[in-house]
Protein backbone atom coordinates (compact mmCIF):
# COMPACT_ATOMS: atom_id res chain seq x y z
CA UNK A 1 0.00 0.00 0.00
CA UNK A 2 2.79 2.31 1.19
CA UNK A 3 4.56 1.66 -2.42
CA UNK A 4 1.72 2.03 -4.28
CA UNK A 5 0.71 5.61 -2.76
CA UNK A 6 5.00 6.71 -3.26
CA UNK A 7 4.24 5.21 -6.86
CA UNK A 8 1.34 7.53 -7.33
CA UNK A 9 3.20 10.95 -5.73
CA UNK A 10 5.72 10.83 -8.70
CA UNK A 11 2.87 12.24 -10.86
CA UNK A 12 1.67 15.25 -11.08
CA UNK A 13 -2.02 16.70 -11.87
CA UNK A 14 -0.68 18.62 -14.70
CA UNK A 15 1.06 16.22 -16.64
CA UNK A 16 -0.55 16.00 -20.02
CA UNK A 17 -0.45 11.66 -19.48
CA UNK A 18 -2.59 11.77 -16.34
CA UNK A 19 -6.25 11.70 -17.22
CA UNK A 20 -9.05 14.06 -15.68
CA UNK A 21 -11.91 12.12 -14.49
CA UNK A 22 -15.09 13.98 -13.22
CA UNK A 23 -17.16 12.33 -10.88
CA UNK A 24 -20.49 13.54 -9.95
CA UNK A 25 -22.75 12.45 -7.45
CA UNK A 26 -26.23 13.72 -6.77
CA UNK A 27 -28.93 13.25 -3.47
CA UNK A 28 -32.29 14.10 -3.63
CA UNK A 29 -35.22 13.58 -1.42
CA UNK A 30 -37.76 13.67 -4.81
CA UNK A 31 -40.05 10.55 -4.70
CA UNK A 32 -39.68 9.89 -8.14
CA UNK A 33 -35.97 9.26 -7.97
CA UNK A 34 -35.67 6.55 -5.14
CA UNK A 35 -35.58 2.89 -5.97
CA UNK A 36 -38.56 1.67 -3.83
CA UNK A 37 -40.83 4.32 -5.78
CA UNK A 38 -39.82 2.84 -9.26
CA UNK A 39 -40.11 -0.80 -8.04
CA UNK A 40 -43.92 -0.11 -6.94
CA UNK A 41 -44.66 1.34 -10.46
CA UNK A 42 -43.11 -1.23 -12.36
CA UNK A 43 -44.98 -4.87 -11.21
CA UNK A 44 -48.66 -5.97 -11.74
CA UNK A 45 -49.07 -8.60 -9.41
CA UNK A 46 -49.06 -7.53 -5.78
CA UNK A 47 -47.25 -10.77 -4.55
CA UNK A 48 -44.50 -10.38 -7.18
CA UNK A 49 -44.13 -6.53 -6.10
CA UNK A 50 -43.83 -7.98 -2.26
CA UNK A 51 -41.18 -10.41 -3.08
CA UNK A 52 -38.82 -8.15 -4.90
CA UNK A 53 -38.98 -5.37 -2.37
CA UNK A 54 -38.49 -8.13 0.44
CA UNK A 55 -35.21 -9.12 -1.94
CA UNK A 56 -34.58 -5.39 -1.48
CA UNK A 57 -35.07 -5.13 1.81
CA UNK A 58 -32.97 -8.07 2.61
CA UNK A 59 -29.97 -6.75 0.18
CA UNK A 60 -29.70 -3.60 2.54
CA UNK A 61 -29.56 -5.50 5.55
CA UNK A 62 -26.83 -7.31 4.17
CA UNK A 63 -25.22 -4.39 2.92
CA UNK A 64 -25.34 -2.97 6.40
CA UNK A 65 -24.26 -6.46 8.02
CA UNK A 66 -20.99 -5.99 6.12
CA UNK A 67 -20.09 -2.63 6.77
CA UNK A 68 -21.39 -2.75 10.25
CA UNK A 69 -19.60 -6.14 10.90
CA UNK A 70 -22.05 -6.72 13.35
CA UNK A 71 -24.63 -9.75 12.30
CA UNK A 72 -24.85 -12.43 10.14
CA UNK A 73 -27.33 -11.70 7.58
CA UNK A 74 -30.64 -13.39 6.47
CA UNK A 75 -30.17 -16.72 4.39
CA UNK A 76 -31.94 -18.66 2.69
CA UNK A 77 -35.61 -18.04 1.43
CA UNK A 78 -37.90 -15.21 2.14
CA UNK A 79 -39.74 -15.69 5.68
CA UNK A 80 -43.31 -14.37 6.42
CA UNK A 81 -41.56 -11.45 8.23
CA UNK A 82 -39.70 -10.49 5.96
CA UNK A 83 -42.96 -10.23 3.32
CA UNK A 84 -44.95 -8.12 6.19
CA UNK A 85 -42.09 -5.59 6.19
CA UNK A 86 -42.10 -5.71 2.44
CA UNK A 87 -46.23 -4.96 2.52
CA UNK A 88 -45.38 -2.08 5.04
CA UNK A 89 -42.31 -0.62 3.19
CA UNK A 90 -44.71 -0.75 -0.03
CA UNK A 91 -47.58 1.34 2.44
CA UNK A 92 -44.83 3.90 3.04
CA UNK A 93 -44.41 4.92 -0.46
CA UNK A 94 -48.08 4.92 -1.73
CA UNK A 95 -48.59 7.49 1.29
CA UNK A 96 -45.81 9.27 0.84
CA UNK A 97 -47.06 9.98 -2.48
CA UNK A 98 -50.44 10.55 -1.76
CA UNK A 99 -50.75 11.63 1.79
CA UNK A 100 -47.55 14.13 1.78
CA UNK A 101 -49.12 16.36 3.76
CA UNK A 102 -50.34 14.53 6.44
CA UNK A 103 -47.61 13.04 6.84
CA UNK A 104 -45.28 16.55 7.56
CA UNK A 105 -48.79 17.39 9.46
CA UNK A 106 -48.10 14.66 11.46
CA UNK A 107 -44.64 14.66 12.35
CA UNK A 108 -44.07 18.41 12.77
CA UNK A 109 -47.15 17.42 15.74
CA UNK A 110 -45.86 18.20 19.54
CA UNK A 111 -46.47 14.79 20.71
CA UNK A 112 -44.04 13.17 18.19
CA UNK A 113 -41.79 12.02 21.18
CA UNK A 114 -44.77 9.73 21.59
CA UNK A 115 -44.46 6.39 19.96
CA UNK A 116 -48.30 6.85 18.70
CA UNK A 117 -49.57 10.68 17.29
CA UNK A 118 -52.73 11.83 16.73
CA UNK A 119 -54.33 15.30 15.60
CA UNK A 120 -57.11 17.13 16.62
CA UNK A 121 -60.10 17.88 14.77
CA UNK A 122 -59.21 21.50 15.11
CA UNK A 123 -55.66 20.52 13.77
CA UNK A 124 -57.04 18.76 10.94
CA UNK A 125 -59.39 21.59 10.18
CA UNK A 126 -56.19 23.77 9.12
CA UNK A 127 -55.04 21.71 6.31
CA UNK A 128 -58.26 21.85 3.73
CA UNK A 129 -55.98 18.57 2.13
CA UNK A 130 -56.78 16.64 4.95
CA UNK A 131 -60.22 17.03 5.63
CA UNK A 132 -60.76 13.47 3.80
CA UNK A 133 -58.89 11.99 6.44
CA UNK A 134 -60.64 14.00 9.22
CA UNK A 135 -63.10 11.54 10.07
CA UNK A 136 -60.68 8.56 10.13
CA UNK A 137 -58.31 10.20 12.95
CA UNK A 138 -55.36 8.88 11.44
CA UNK A 139 -52.36 7.69 13.62
CA UNK A 140 -49.01 7.95 12.69
CA UNK A 141 -47.37 4.50 13.85
CA UNK A 142 -43.92 3.44 12.79
CA UNK A 143 -44.28 5.54 9.44
CA UNK A 144 -47.15 4.20 8.54
CA UNK A 145 -50.81 6.22 8.55
CA UNK A 146 -53.33 4.56 10.19
CA UNK A 147 -57.06 4.84 11.18
CA UNK A 148 -57.74 5.89 14.41
CA UNK A 149 -61.30 4.85 15.28
CA UNK A 150 -63.21 4.38 18.15
CA UNK A 151 -62.44 0.79 18.82
CA UNK A 152 -58.96 1.37 20.85
CA UNK A 153 -61.13 -0.53 23.92
CA UNK A 154 -61.46 -3.56 21.92
CA UNK A 155 -60.52 -6.99 22.23
CA UNK A 156 -59.96 -7.10 18.00
CA UNK A 157 -56.38 -7.45 17.13
CA UNK A 158 -54.01 -4.10 16.88
CA UNK A 159 -54.61 -4.23 12.57
CA UNK A 160 -58.08 -4.97 12.39
CA UNK A 161 -58.38 -1.54 15.16
CA UNK A 162 -56.09 0.58 13.28
CA UNK A 163 -56.12 -0.37 9.84
CA UNK A 164 -53.49 0.99 7.13
CA UNK A 165 -54.79 4.02 5.16
CA UNK A 166 -54.52 3.45 1.43
CA UNK A 167 -56.15 5.77 -1.31
CA UNK A 168 -58.09 4.38 -3.93
CA UNK A 169 -56.35 5.30 -7.07
CA UNK A 170 -52.83 4.39 -7.23
CA UNK A 171 -52.13 1.38 -9.32
CA UNK A 172 -50.64 -0.83 -5.73
CA UNK A 173 -54.03 -0.34 -4.49
CA UNK A 174 -55.74 -2.37 -7.29
CA UNK A 175 -52.75 -5.20 -7.41
CA UNK A 176 -53.73 -5.34 -3.21
CA UNK A 177 -57.07 -5.87 -3.90
CA UNK A 178 -56.70 -8.09 -6.42
CA UNK A 179 -54.12 -10.31 -4.66
CA UNK A 180 -57.01 -10.25 -1.84
CA UNK A 181 -59.96 -11.29 -4.90
CA UNK A 182 -57.37 -14.23 -6.05
CA UNK A 183 -56.94 -15.71 -2.43
CA UNK A 184 -60.53 -15.14 -1.69
CA UNK A 185 -61.77 -17.55 -4.39
CA UNK A 186 -62.46 -14.64 -6.52
CA UNK A 187 -65.47 -13.47 -4.03
CA UNK A 188 -67.39 -10.58 -4.85
CA UNK A 189 -66.98 -6.92 -3.37
CA UNK A 190 -68.60 -7.02 -0.69
CA UNK A 191 -66.71 -9.63 0.87
CA UNK A 192 -63.21 -8.74 0.00
CA UNK A 193 -63.93 -4.84 1.17
CA UNK A 194 -64.61 -6.65 4.52
CA UNK A 195 -61.41 -8.97 4.08
CA UNK A 196 -59.07 -6.11 3.65
CA UNK A 197 -60.78 -4.28 6.58
CA UNK A 198 -58.85 -6.79 8.78
CA UNK A 199 -55.59 -4.71 7.48
CA UNK A 200 -56.23 -2.16 5.19
CA UNK A 201 -59.02 1.04 5.03
CA UNK A 202 -59.15 2.13 1.42
CA UNK A 203 -60.46 5.30 1.20
CA UNK A 204 -63.77 5.34 -0.91
CA UNK A 205 -63.02 1.82 -0.67
CA UNK A 206 -66.45 0.00 -2.03
CA UNK A 207 -65.63 1.79 -5.62
CA UNK A 208 -62.06 0.88 -5.67
CA UNK A 209 -63.40 -1.98 -5.13
CA UNK A 210 -65.88 -2.42 -7.55
CA UNK A 211 -63.12 -1.15 -10.15
CA UNK A 212 -60.39 -3.07 -9.37
CA UNK A 213 -62.41 -6.23 -9.59
CA UNK A 214 -63.50 -5.11 -13.45
CA UNK A 215 -59.41 -6.57 -13.98
CA UNK A 216 -59.71 -9.43 -13.01
CA UNK A 217 -59.71 -11.58 -16.06
CA UNK A 218 -60.77 -14.83 -14.63
CA UNK A 219 -63.90 -13.51 -13.63
CA UNK A 220 -64.74 -11.86 -16.67
CA UNK A 221 -64.19 -14.95 -18.77
CA UNK A 222 -66.62 -17.37 -16.66
CA UNK A 223 -68.99 -14.66 -15.84
CA UNK A 224 -69.05 -14.14 -20.08
CA UNK A 225 -71.92 -14.86 -22.17
CA UNK A 226 -72.59 -18.08 -24.02
CA UNK A 227 -71.75 -17.07 -27.38
CA UNK A 228 -74.42 -17.36 -30.03
CA UNK A 229 -73.68 -18.13 -33.48
CA UNK A 230 -75.38 -16.76 -36.41
CA UNK A 231 -76.80 -18.72 -39.10
CA UNK A 232 -75.42 -18.88 -42.03
CA UNK A 233 -76.67 -17.53 -45.71
CA UNK A 234 -78.10 -20.54 -47.53
CA UNK A 235 -75.84 -21.58 -50.42
CA UNK A 236 -78.07 -22.77 -52.88
CA UNK A 237 -80.84 -20.71 -54.27
CA UNK A 238 -84.34 -21.94 -55.86
ZN1 LIG B 1 -61.93 -12.90 -10.21
Not at 50 to 63: D, E, K, M, P, T
Amino acid sequence: MAETAGFLEDFKADEPEVKKLKVCATSTNEPQNDIMYRLVRRYSSFVDLQRSVAWLLRYRQFLRARVNKSSNPQRGPLTCMEMANATMAIVRVVQKEVFSQALNVLHNHADFSSPVTTLSVDQLKKHPSLRELQRLSPYLVDGVLRVGGRLQHSQLPTTAKHPVLLPSKPPVTDLLILDCHVREGHMGASYILNSLYNNFWILKGKAAVKKALRLCYSCKFWKAGIGKEQMAPCLYTE
